[in-house]
């Protein structure tokens, strides 16, 4: 692979489903997460990807789509989701970095980033693949930690924490961890070509008491009828928005689908009898291994 990329947060081998999401107490994110991606997401189309998609948490959401992929650095995290949803034809485990997609221009119908892009250093860079992948009026639906949250801004009030939640630009607070602005996002939102548009506030109840104290299908109710409120104010940890695609650009012919991530050149493959793929420009190939598509480093070059 190249190596003038931005940095990547790599979860291989990581316990993250099991320390972060199951038995942790983070069924109400869960539940207002997903009610926030059903109100944003065409629920049905041809071709969805999914950036970051981890161990499949969501992919239960795109039922209505032909097509799934599961995109995420980690192979190990790709590895679980196969045991949730490897039974699945719809769905396709590629493994890569989202700074080089190896996918052809104008692929996707629908892009879903949820809990993902708070690991983008450099979020211009990944917004440009994104906007590249998309078909003409492609949907993008957008979760990002915000930085200009209620706990932010009274932590600074009272002096409890250095950086200020009313500055546009982000801020690292821990190395590859990112809040963002809802304004600072919007903006790049717009030159990477995309059309920001509704904005949802999400997670007004994400405190550990709360949770404790109130039923989980209660609390989720209540955000849910609270999170059209973005359109107003983003005050809450985190935001969503939807985002489309130019109406004009390019869109993916029918036989093609992965791309060389070095040089862009399209792929040939066989869906009916997926092997490794070879560049035919640069001649580096690729590896499948059961069931999943390895783009994270050439395995070598033919000839």
């Known amino acids: 692979m190249t190596t003038d990329t931005p940095p990547v947060c790599d979860y291989e081998g990581s316990d993250y489903r099991t320390r972060f999401w199951e038995n942790q107490g983070r069924n109400y994110e869960d539940q207002v997460e997903r009610l926030a991606l059903r109100r944003l997401m065409p629920p049905t189309g041809r071709t969805l990807l999914e950036v970051g998609a981890g161990f499949g948490r969501l992919a239960q959401e795109y039922t209505g789509y032909d097509r799934v992929v599961l995109f995420d650095y980690s192979r190990s995290l790709l590895r679980e989701a196969q045991e949730m949803w490897g039974d699945d034809p719809?769905?396709?485990?590629?493994?890569?970095?989202?700074?080089?997609?190896?996918?052809?221009?104008?692929?996707?119908?629908?892009?879903?980033?949820?809990?993902?892009?708070?690991?983008?250093?450099?979020?211009?860079?990944?917004?440009?693949?994104?906007?590249?992948?998309?078909?003409?009026?492609?949907?993008?639906?957008?979760?990002?930690?915000?930085?200009?949250?209620?706990?932010?801004?009274?932590?600074?009030?009272?002096?409890?924490?250095?950086?200020?939640?009313?500055?546009?630009e982000p801020i690292e607070f821990v190395e590859l961890n990112f809040d963002f602005s809802p304004g600072w996002i919007k903006n790049e939102l717009r030159t990477a070509g995309?059309?920001?548009?509704?904005?949802?506030?999400?997670?007004?109840?994400?405190?550990?008491?709360?949770?404790?104290?109130?039923?989980?299908?209660?609390?989720?109710?209540?955000?849910?009828?609270?999170?059209?409120?973005?359109?107003?104010?983003?005050?809450?940890?985190?935001?969503?928005?939807?985002?489309?695609?130019?109406?004009?650009?390019?869109?993916?012919?029918?036989?093609?689908?992965?791309?060389?991530?070095?040089?862009?050149?399209?792929?040939?493959?066989?869906?009916h009898n997926p092997q490794d793929l070879t560049c035919p420009t640069c001649q580096h190939r690729w590896a499948y291994r059961d069931g999943l598509y390895d783009f994270k480093a050439p395995m070598g070059q033919e000839g």
């Open 90 to 168: 719809r769905f396709i485990y590629v493994a890569g970095d989202w700074y080089t997609m190896p996918f052809v221009d104008g692929l996707f119908d629908t892009l879903v980033q949820i809990r993902t892009i708070h690991h983008a250093a450099d979020v211009p860079a990944l917004f440009q693949q994104l906007g590249r992948v998309t078909r003409p009026c492609g949907d993008y639906i957008l979760e990002f930690a915000n930085k200009k949250n209620l706990k932010a801004m009274a932590r600074y009030a009272l002096r409890r924490q250095d950086w200020s939640p009313y500055t546009p």
């Open 194 to 271: 995309f059309t920001p548009s509704e904005t949802l506030s999400v997670s007004h109840f994400r405190l550990p008491l709360l949770k404790k104290l109130v039923p989980t299908p209660l609390l989720a109710g209540l955000d849910g009828a609270l999170q059209g409120t973005g359109r107003w104010w983003q005050l809450t940890p985190s935001i969503f928005v939807h985002s489309s695609a130019p109406p004009v650009g390019n869109t993916a012919v029918d036989d093609h689908f992965f791309a060389c991530p070095l040089d862009a050149t399209p792929l040939a493959h066989d869906w």
